[in-house]
């Protein structure tokens, strides 16, 4: 008989292929900057800050700070490849771009410093295991949260334009989908608070696009310049 321990590492499971995809949605972003051999208008602090989130979900998944949670870290370690890959390519592809790869390389040695010293704190600083969970969950929750709201701030411009073509059916759904994998996860055998609270709220938020999407999808546009903004993406985490 399969017991609720084993129905978790199985959800747990199937999150990891969800994520894991989600991770791997924007590579045909990538595939046209290796093309044309630049970067044009994109942009890679999406990428860089998803990276700074997958470092402290790999953390908050190890045994010192969460038992039970491996899942967590093994998608989130996946998705630091995936984003020192793509971050890789903004810095061979950039071009001429003025201080570019200088402001990357600083903002990525800001995330491994901050990094660096939660995970101090956590070991030297914080005895008690609630507390260490309180302390990096909190951390990770902010991030989380952060992204999964990202493609929310596109709602406004749908609903003044009237169009639909900012806000991309399918990376909302598969959000949502992942976000609803992982609160399934999160309550199931043992409590898993933070990554309930962000994934719940995720899960919300991403309904929230998708509505947005269905009640535009086939309404008129309104005349509006054009600009399409910078790509946003979501970090597929627990």
Known sequence: MVDAKQVRFIVGIIGNVISFFLFFSPMPT????????SVEEFQPWPYVATMMNCMLWVFYGLPVVHKDSILVTTINAVGMGFEAFYISVFLIYCGGKKNFRRNIGL?????VIAVAGIVLITLFAIQNEFAKQTFV????????????????LVIKKVIRTRSVEYMPFLLSFVSFVNAGIWTAYSLI???DLYVLISNGLGTALCASQLIVYGLYRNATPRDEDKTKPSEIEIPATA
Not at 137 to 152: E, H, L, R, T, W
């Open 30 to 37: 990538f595939w046209r900057i290796f093309k044309n051999k």
């Open 107 to 111: 903002y990525l040695v800001a995330e």
């Open 137 to 152: 969950g909190v951390i990770c929750d902010v991030f989380n949260i952060a992204m999964y709201g990202a493609p929310s």
């Open 189 to 191: 055998y043992k409590l």
